[in-house]
């Protein structure tokens, strides 16, 4: 059974950091892509970044240069680490992975950044 576990948020100022992590079981961690989700009240679920096996990163274009998304192979964790917060990043935080046609997500953590 695939489990993702969130850990990280909580509240900050606009400017400062949190960094987000997701402790992976269930699968062996270093062949699987780790994406981080966002969601917001009214709006849909956003894909924010990603990282795949082979360390490659991708961001949505509003955090790029601001999220840095990395992973711990070894320690089965994905981490999120997010800088120059602003209050348009406020949302519940989602890591992800696929595995067999299956989609699995953590319970989420809650971001909120005070202007």
């Known amino acids: 059974q695939v489990h993702l576990v969130e850990s990280g948020g909580g509240l900050v100022q606009a400017g400062g950091s949190l960094r987000l992590s997701c402790r992976a079981s269930?699968?062996?961690?270093?062949?699987?892509?780790m994406r981080w989700y966002r969601q917001s009240p009214g709006n849909e679920r956003d894909l924010v970044a990603e990282?795949?096996?082979?360390?490659?990163?991708r961001y949505l274009d509003s955090v790029r240069g601001r999220f840095t998304a990395s992973r711990d192979n070894p320690g089965n964790t994905a981490y999120l680490q997010m800088s120059s917060l602003k209050p348009e990043d406020t949302a519940v935080y989602y890591c992800?992975?696929?595995?067999?046609?299956?989609?699995?997500w953590g319970q989420g953590t809650r971001v909120t950044v005070s202007s």
């Open positions: 992800n992975t696929k595995y067999k046609n299956r989609q699995f």
């Open positions: 269930g699968i062996t961690f270093r062949f699987f892509p």
């Open positions: 990282s795949s096996p082979n360390g490659t990163t």
